[in-house]
């Protein structure tokens, strides 16, 4: 069964301390995405990768890196967190259709 | 660019109500068009799909066609029940197949 694993599902945390939410899926997919939930305003997409090494910007990925090292992960970093990107964040299997992780909660105080 | 409009929310219904949920789109080209539920505390799941112009998608109860003459893929449900109550989302896949333009969701609270 494919898998999208993303951890942690729920983290407070201050603003500017370094954060990492890692993603790993099971099934050897290329395509693999970032996005962010806010209410009333769906979910939008920060970063996407379409291989090892390779990613692009969606559309709001200020404030924002992801790393590709290889296939199987595929983590969000917020170098310098702020209040702002308190959200509800969820990696993505892109290929169609695109399978969701059960998501991570992130509030930044 | 791309993008999806639903219509606003939330919508409160009571049990075995008839539900429609209003999506229409802007999009070049030939997008794939989706409808996502988010039960509460859970990520999303597909609830249906369609591919091209006059097909229907269609699982536990709910329809929607593909109607490219009026850019529209509205959510119907002859009678709904109380476990429908979620967040659902309209959203299009453009032919790159990179990224799912995401509807605003609504949120649907059914009553017993």
């Known amino acids: 069964e494919a898998q999208v694993t993303q951890n942690p599902r729920y983290l407070i945390t201050v603003t500017g301390k370094k954060l990492t939410v890692t993603c790993s899926q099971n099934?050897?997919?290329?395509?693999m995405s970032w996005y962010r939930q806010d209410p009333g305003l769906g979910l939008r997409q920060i970063y996407y990768?379409?291989?090892?090494?390779?990613?692009d910007k969606g559309d709001v990925p200020e404030g924002y890196k992801v790393s590709r090292k290889e296939k199987r992960n595929f983590p969000l970093i917020l170098e310098s967190p702020s209040p702002n990107q308190t959200s509800l964040y969820f990696c993505?299997?892109?290929?169609?259709?695109?399978?969701f992780g059960d998501g991570t909660r992130l509030s930044i105080l | 660019g791309d993008s999806v409009t639903q219509m606003e929310g939330p919508v409160t219904l009571s049990e075995e109500a008839f539900l429609t949920i209003n999506c229409t789109y802007t999009?070049?080209?030939?997008?794939?068009l989706f409808w996502y539920v988010q039960y509460p505390g859970e990520g999303l799941q597909l609830l249906l799909k369609?591919?091209?112009?006059?097909d229907k998608g269609s699982n536990k109860g709910f329809e929607a066609t593909y109607r490219k003459e009026t850019t529209s893929f509205h959510l119907e449900k002859g009678s709904v029940q109380v476990s429908d109550s979620a967040v659902y989302f309209c959203?299009?896949?453009?032919?790159?197949?990179?990224?799912?333009?995401f509807g605003e969701g609504t949120q649907l609270t059914v009553n017993p």
């Open positions: 993505a299997r892109i290929t169609r259709p695109q399978h």
């Open positions: 099934m050897n997919h290329e395509y």
């Open positions: 990768s379409m291989n090892v090494e390779v990613t």
């Open positions: 999009a070049t080209g030939y997008p794939s």
């Open positions: 369609a591919t091209k112009a006059d």
């Open positions: 959203a299009l896949s453009g032919t790159s197949g990179s990224r799912l333009t």
